[in-house]
């Protein structure tokens, strides 16, 4: 039926009015962010209007280059579906679409991407998406002689390559600081940016030429006398940004139980990264942020294996969120995401505390070696937090309880985050109390670590997983702390930890930390780098 009224148009003709449609539509955050730093006036007009062409000129350019007369409709159907909701995540959350943010959503489960889904993107979706995508299937194409075609493909690809270099040249003044000093602002165009970073994701994921695991610290020894073996439960946070723990000075009370036991709260501690599958592969690594990449995540081993090399220390790695990002992979591992093995799930969502439970019977049975387990908690993970804590949580009201956080109050989204807070200060504290239990056999302790902070709203920026260099401190600068037995506090110099628990941390840290507290001694641990030392 639609068809009879669409005219025929040229494959140049489509691109150009596709084009048109994603510039106008679907690039509300790239102008938005242009006119904060570039305002709107008679001495910024000719170069705002250039920044339009440009960037038109370049959608054109790239649609000529990458597509052809028998992938023109599904390839434009594909980048306008995209691009809807590239769109949608840009306006309502802030968010930058680079190969970190897509990692991260590629490596997310599908009931964790089921709270990202609302109303209002299916809004996006059907208007900026599936309409035009079904315009485009519908509109018959008028193909040309060979010869004409290939003439228009041509005049597609250096006509708008002609126009970018005399606009850059006639306004090169203004493109010299646009490139050089508002380099994020390009982070937020739509397709371009996505597209990229498809390309870099899959060049950095898939062409590796390393492919082979690489070996770390296969030298470990335990030097120790003891006739005491280790207990320690690594605790690794989902979003908890440390400005929201009352350990840190926060109004509200979110550690209630936290600040009754002997912890250590180590108030400035930075994570590596701002997502989940970056941050938790690095807070492992041996590489510092700066020297991380995804390969030496996947295809070097990490602190576990180090410890694993002792032959002396039994690991198990319990996860209640996504996965370990590779972590474990060589390494007892347990899904507690499941109501198979996590025996506190109502409604579709499974308790951290689940974790805890049988964690004596794999003590027992290890009881010969010191034992390391790590708990992947789901914690604060966005943005339906009002999920993330049974009712009796609730303490702060009135909550946000609905995935769509921009329609809710500050306040609201505020109140539910420190609801899930205060729901890992349970968590911490029970955990704590498994380890009292070994008390006089054991000398125990755990540290506990978020990954990445979270954004709730400030300057319009909500969750995370934004470029680092960019990223507000919110993002960044996370929950961390640890708890120590007597035991182990007479091994270790807890006067001089105490002293040192509000210097800067990172996750860089946490590698020689770990091997710091197993007192394991290999030619890759730094003594200065430990957060004990």
């Known amino acids: 039926m639609i068809s ?45 209007l250039s920044i339009i062409i440009i960037l038109l000129a370049f959608i054109v350019l790239l649609f000529s280059i990458i597509t052809s007369r028998h992938t ?94 005399i606009l850059l040249l006639l306004f090169s003044k203004h493109y010299t600081s646009f490139f050089r000093e508002n380099k994020p602002l390009r982070y937020s165009t739509n397709p371009t940016y996505w597209i ?39 605790v690794v ?57 995804y390969n030496r995540g996947v295809y070097y081993e990490n602190a576990l294996d180090v410890l694993s090399h002792t032959q002396k220390i039994a690991i198990l790695w319990r996860d209640n969120n996504s996965n370990s990002k590779n972590v474990a992979n060589r390494l007892s591992f347990e899904n507690f995401k499941t109501s198979n093995t996590n025996t506190i799930c109502t409604d579709g969502e499974c308790r951290d505390e689940g974790m805890l439970i049988g964690l004596d019977a794999y003590i027992t049975k290890n009881n010969s070696k010191d034992i390391l387990i790590v708990l992947h908690q789901m914690g604060n993970h966005g943005p339906a937090y009002y999920k993330r804590y049974p009712n009796k949580f609730e303490i702060f009201k009135p909550t946000c309880k609905t995935n769509q956080i921009e329609k809710c109050t500050k306040e609201e989204i505020s109140n539910a ?55 507000p401190d919110a993002q960044k600068h996370v929950g961390a702390l640890a708890w120590f037995n007597k035991e182990m506090s007479d091994d270790m110099n807890i006067t001089k930890i105490t002293k040192n628990k509000d210097k800067e941390f990172s996750h860089d840290n946490l590698f020689h930390t770990l091997l710091d507290i197993f007192d394991v001694n290999t030619d890759v641990y730094e003594k200065n780098m430990s957060m004990f030392r």
């Open 72 to 165: 023109i409709k599904p390839t434009l159907i594909i980048i306008l579906l995209t691009s809807s909701l590239t769109n949608y995540f840009m306006n309502t959350y802030g968010t930058i679409i680079d190969d970190d943010m897509i990692r991260n959503m590629l490596q997310t489960e599908t009931s964790e991407a089921m709270d990202l889904v609302t109303f209002k993107q299916i809004i996006y979706l059907l208007i900026l998406g599936v309409i035009p995508s079904i315009l485009i299937y519908k509109v018959p194409i008028h193909y040309r002689p060979l010869k004409d075609e290939v003439i228009s493909k041509m005049k597609a690809i250096f006509i708008p390559l002609l126009i970018i270099i």
């Open 4 to 48: 009879k009224y669409l005219k025929p148009l040229t494959q140049t003709k489509l691109i150009i009015f596709t084009s048109i449609f994603l510039v106008c539509f679907d690039n509300y955050k790239f102008f938005v962010n242009i006119l904060e730093v570039y305002p709107l006036n008679i001495a910024n007009a000719g170069f705002l």
């Open 237 to 293: 946070g989902e979003a908890a940004r440390a400005d929201h723990f009352s350990l840190n000075g926060y109004t509200k009370e979110t550690n209630p139980l936290l600040s009754k036991e002997n912890i250590i709260n180590f108030s400035q501690l930075y994570s590596c990264g701002t997502s989940t599958a970056i941050s938790v592969p690095c807070m492992f690594s041996y590489f510092t942020r700066d020297d991380f990449d």
């Open 196 to 234: 990229y970073s498809i390309g870099h994701y899959i060049n950095q994921t898939f062409t590796s030429t390393n492919n082979v695991l690489e070996p770390l610290g296969r030298d470990a020894r335990i030097d120790t006398n003891s006739t005491k073996h280790k207990i320690v439960i690594m």
């Open 417 to 471: 985050y420190d609801n899930a807070i205060l729901y890992t200060d349970y968590f911490l504290t029970q955990t704590i109390d498994l380890l009292k239990q070994y008390e006089g056999t054991h000398k125990t302790a755990m540290i506990y670590m978020s990954d990445h902070g979270e954004s709730l709203g400030e300057n319009g920026i909500y969750l995370h997983g934004l470029p680092y260099f960019m990223a």
